[in-house]
């Protein structure tokens, strides 16, 4: 209607593209608006509620003469339906769902027209009730389980019970193995690897933590309820390790409570100091309110092996009780090296030692 594009302008066209009208140019009765560059039809209500489904009068969308309409080609009692009117716009939609005459759904993916196959019902949740194909749901408080893995990042796993009354007031993690059928398994129910790196040129004077166990007994401020009880013991880490079940049977080769390896596989990297085992200072007092000891080792019938040179800054203390040790001025029975002599403490004074 007009001899250039206006945008804005709105008209109501009253003519239809024959048949053979390029889609790009087919127009039919109804408002159009101007874009600036194109004419649009303007869709009404009752069409715009059921765009979603175009129905077509052949099997298949790319059939000779097939049309299109938003109504179907037949009413309810089978005969042919007056409002099935060609409309060429109809053609080629992506997300619109193209019915055709023997009851199959179509699609088309911006090229070509396809079967349409319906996406799977989405479970409500990623996890199923433990020991079930049950979607979880809901379901705040029961066991939980799911196949494959989790990744969890920039966050916190984060599990607390906030009273204890009787049993174990814990929060578990617990991986039941299979039985394996010989080979190489290295069956592992827990790994944590960090890998981490400072910038060339620069200085990280923090500390990488792979693992960081926090057993505290807190103050008022950081759960229910003030404190001021008595705990029995407190463990940073507990490990029970070897065979536990009464009915194991089997044959295990060797039993390590902690094993530790120090890796440097890299000619290009420098590590200035290794520490297998590194206890610090903390609380360095021993009395009667702290006593504290780095090394704490029970047992008489077991033997305690150390390979390489040992360092005793203060001497070794032998066949003494753990309180004759550490009573009075904690020297008695002490081995020491001073002077180049090797000296013993008789629980009055140093004496060197004769070797005869």
């Given at each position: 209607p007009l001899s250039a594009h206006v945008q804005g302008m709105t008209v109501y066209n009253t003519a239809t593209s024959a048949e053979g009208t390029p889609d790009a140019e087919v127009v039919m009765p109804g408002m159009y608006y101007n874009n600036g560059t194109n004419w649009i039809r303007l869709i009404s209500q009752s069409e715009s509620q059921s765009l979603t489904n175009v129905y077509i009068d052949t099997n298949t969308p790319t059939d000779t003469g097939a049309k299109f309409s938003i109504n179907p080609p037949f009413d309810d009692e089978g005969d042919a339906n007056a409002d099935f009117v060609n409309d060429d716009s109809l053609k080629g939609k992506t997300g619109v769902l193209y019915i055709a005459l023997d009851g199959s759904i179509w699609s088309y993916n911006g090229s070509s027209y396809v079967t349409y196959t319906a996406?799977?019902?989405p479970a409500t949740t990623a996890w199923y009730l433990a020991?079930?194909?049950?979607?979880?749901?809901?379901?705040?408080?029961?066991?939980?389980?799911?196949?494959?893995?989790l990744i969890i990042k920039n966050g916190n796993i984060l599990q607390e019970k906030k009273t204890g009354v009787s049993g174990t007031a814990a929060a578990r993690f617990y991986v039941n193995t299979p039985e394996y059928q010989g080979g190489a398994i290295n069956p592992i129910s827990m790994m944590v690897r960090m890998e981490t790196k400072v910038a060339n040129g620069k200085t990280n004077t923090g500390v990488a933590v792979g693992i960081g166990v926090r057993t505290y007994y807190s103050g008022a401020s950081n759960n229910v309820g003030t404190g001021g009880g008595i705990m029995n013991v407190a463990k940073g880490i507990e490990v029970l390790y070897g065979s536990y079940a009464a009915d194991a049977k089997g044959t295990l080769n060797e039993a390590h409570g902690l094993y530790l390896?120090?890796?440097k596989t890299s000619s290009n990297m420098k590590i200035k100091v290794l520490y297998d085992i590194y206890t610090a200072g903390g609380v360095n007092a021993y009395n009667d309110d702290n006593k504290h000891y780095g090394l704490y080792i029970t047992g008489q019938g077991k033997k305690n092996y150390v390979g390489g040179k040992t360092l005793f800054q203060q001497g070794i203390q032998l066949s003494l009780s753990v309180d004759e040790a550490f009573s009075g001025d904690g020297l008695k029975y002490t081995l020491r090296v001073s002077g180049g002599k090797l000296q013993f403490h008789d629980g009055t004074s140093w004496k060197d030692v004769v070797l005869q």
């Open positions: 996406p799977a019902t020991g079930t194909t049950t979607d979880a749901g809901g379901s705040k408080t029961a066991t939980i389980e799911r196949n494959g893995g390896r120090a890796y």
